[in-house]
């Protein structure tokens, strides 16, 4: 989606690169998690701003979090 917006080529001429671009931040809510949505919304906006931070046009994701069964999510 963040590369496909980039090739659209819609004029933005406020960004570095001159076209509309897409950061996002990126995280997920496993239904054996112990976390609530309004926890992992946060984790999402964090992630985001850290996308806008490091240069914008990118997708970062939360900080990985171990499930009970030793398994990592996002």
Excluded at 23 to 32: K, Q, V
Excluded at 59 to 74: D, K, R
Aim: hydrophobic share 40%; aromatic share 4%; net charge positive.
């Amino acid at each position: 989606m963040r590369t496909r917006l980039e090739r659209l080529a819609i004029p933005h001429t406020t960004n570095s690169l001159g076209v509309l671009t897409l950061s996002a931040g990126l995280a997920m809510l496993d239904p054996s998690d112990a976390r609530s949505v309004a926890e992992v919304v946060k984790e999402a906006d964090e992630a985001l701003y850290r996308a806008k931070q490091l240069g914008r046009n990118r997708v970062e994701h939360a900080t990985l979090h171990p499930t009970p069964a030793g398994s990592f999510l996002f």
